[in-house]
């Protein structure tokens, strides 16, 4: 391809997406590279054996982990990446996570920007995703410079019961910032239905906020952007100095295809953007492209997360239950003095979901009825940057995804928390894992969280990107994914992931007028 642009974007999510729309109105010629297609708008987009059994819209391919056993990764290659079947829980990191944290599994590091330095990219970002919240319901929220500019979701009759118990037991439950395109008050002009089919589903009428919708759709009106789908970088080109990016190979319709830019943006996603550095090493670059540190690839995270369903004994017939969040053990509290995580709800499980993860002999009549009675929850705990959990690529070009989990005491005793809660309230005495999100090889193939394989810093020697996201190796290469993250906090790395493109985006306009 002949043609020369002044900014490829390669992979078009939160970050890549997010990205490209703040770049549209500069007037520059942007190219956004897509590994994947338009995800196909069908009525299996609402089919629980189809999303969560037969896996339809995932990849077709394999990884390996650290023991070479192969598995299916939970990731999908679509135009707006994997937020085309995010839950759409959007939440600021709190203003501790951004520097050091002592936990019982070891330290979380010190960012090299502060809360305040991204505050204002984060209203950015909840006005751009549509994000729907209170202001100061939740103790452990961070300063805002705005309110919410979407009304909190609210809960439906048994969702509200639960939130009320909860405060009666004195705890604080609070309304979960969501993006979505919902107008309960004018619920005819609304694009979002308030359906079941939302949290890890494709949302068949576009009103999930995601990148493909808010962001990518938007920025290909303008002439001066335009999109490849279908289209695998295999690695970039240097220049004879190794210190700018000058070509990007892809893979199109079984044909080799040449891109050139004068700035290269990576966000493929934490996992893919460190395989794609790697296999671009070269003589100047001989341990993989900006590896000087060797530390593309490493400090690996995903979050310690659990799917959990409680049996009410009462039923349950919320449609839209992804309404309420609990942060009373996010941070050190009396009863221990290190952080636990975060406690949410997620989508309605029903006798499909369910099926999923049962054992074959389990009457259908049985899981019938749990999923009438279940209360449905995920708990988020931070999981500690070790940089032997890594991202590796083999001989055969196959990603390796060498992990061990670390600062699991945390999420235990965060969901011995959960399950007291819950009996105070009607609840049966146990609560069970459910596999509905994550599939059945935990944690490995559940990568909806990957972030940290190409982290940011001052020094050189202890990071890949500097404060600015851009490689401290190369003069015109960035990474806008959550490879960039220091540490994964017990919170959706969405948000965060948007509002620090956009954030970039600032720095890439003013890059443009030099």
């Known amino acids: 391809m002949s043609t020369h642009y002044a900014v490829i974007i390669i992979g078009t999510g939160p970050g890549g997406g997010t990205l490209a729309y703040k770049l549209a109105p500069s007037g520059k010629k942007i190219l956004l590279l897509e590994r994947g297609g338009y995800l196909p708008r069908e009525k299996d987009n609402w089919s629980s054996k189809t999303v969560f059994i037969d896996n339809k819209y995932k990849a077709k391919e394999t990884w390996r982990d650290k023991d070479g056993g192969i598995f299916h990764p939970g990731i999908h290659y679509n135009v707006g990446g994997n937020s085309k079947v995010y839950g759409a829980a959007l939440l600021r990191m709190r203003h501790q996570d951004f520097g050091e944290v002592k936990h019982h599994g070891g330290i979380s590091p010190e960012w090299p920007i502060g809360y305040d330095d991204i505050e204002s990219y984060y209203t950015q970002a909840e006005h751009l995703y549509h994000v729907h919240g209170t202001r100061g319901e939740d103790p452990t929220e961070p300063k805002a410079s705005a309110p919410y500019k979407y009304l909190a979701l609210t809960h439906e009759p048994r969702i509200q019961e639960l939130h009320n118990d909860w405060q009666k037991c004195g705890y604080k439950p609070f309304h979960l910032p969501v993006g979505v395109m919902l107008n309960e008050q004018h619920r005819e002009k609304s694009a979002c239905i308030r359906c079941s089919t939302c949290d890890g589903f494709p949302c068949l009428v576009n009103a999930k906020a995601d990148s493909q919708v808010v962001c990518v759709d938007p920025a290909l009106r303008y002439e001066n952007v335009s999109l490849v789908t279908g289209a695998l970088v295999t690695r970039l080109e240097t220049s004879a100095s190794g210190r700018e990016v000058t070509t990007v190979h892809v893979e199109r319709n079984g044909q080799r295809e040449t891109y050139k830019a004068d700035i290269v943006v990576v966000s493929a996603g934490a996992i893919n953007s460190a395989a794609l550095l790697l296999r671009s090493a070269n003589d100047q670059h001989p341990n993989g492209l900006a590896n000087s540190s060797d530390l593309v690839g490493r400090h690996y995270m995903c979050h310690n997360n659990s799917a959990m369903l409680a049996i009410s004994k009462r ?181 965060t992931i948007m509002a620090n493109a956009l954030r970039v985006g600032d720095h890439l306009l003013q890059r443009f007028e030099s």
Request: charged share 20%; proline share 7%.
């Open 315 to 495: 039923p349950n017939p919320t449609v839209f239950q992804k309404t309420i969040g609990l942060n009373d053990f996010y941070l050190p509290s009396a009863d221990w003095d290190y952080p636990m995580g975060h406690i949410s709800m997620i989508g309605k499980q029903d006798i499909e979901s369910l099926r999923a993860g049962a054992p074959a002999f389990t009457p259908g009549a049985a899981l019938d009825a749990m999923a009438k009675h279940s209360l449905d929850f995920w708990m988020t705990s931070e999981d500690l940057p070790d940089p032997d959990n890594r991202v590796l690529i083999g001989k055969d070009g196959v990603i390796t995804l060498a992990y061990t989990e670390n600062n699991l005491e945390a999420h235990r005793r965060l969901a011995a928390k959960l399950k007291s809660m819950l009996n105070h309230i009607g609840c049966e005495d146990h609560l069970l894992p459910t596999h509905l999100y994550l599939g059945k090889k935990i944690p490995i193939a559940g990568t909806a969280h990957q972030c940290g394989t190409v982290r940011f810093g001052r020094d050189p020697k202890t990071s890949v990107l500097d404060q600015n996201c851009k490689a401290h190796d190369l003069d015109n290469l960035y990474v806008v994914d959550a490879s960039f993250f220091v540490s994964s906090s017990a919170v959706n790395p969405s948000l």
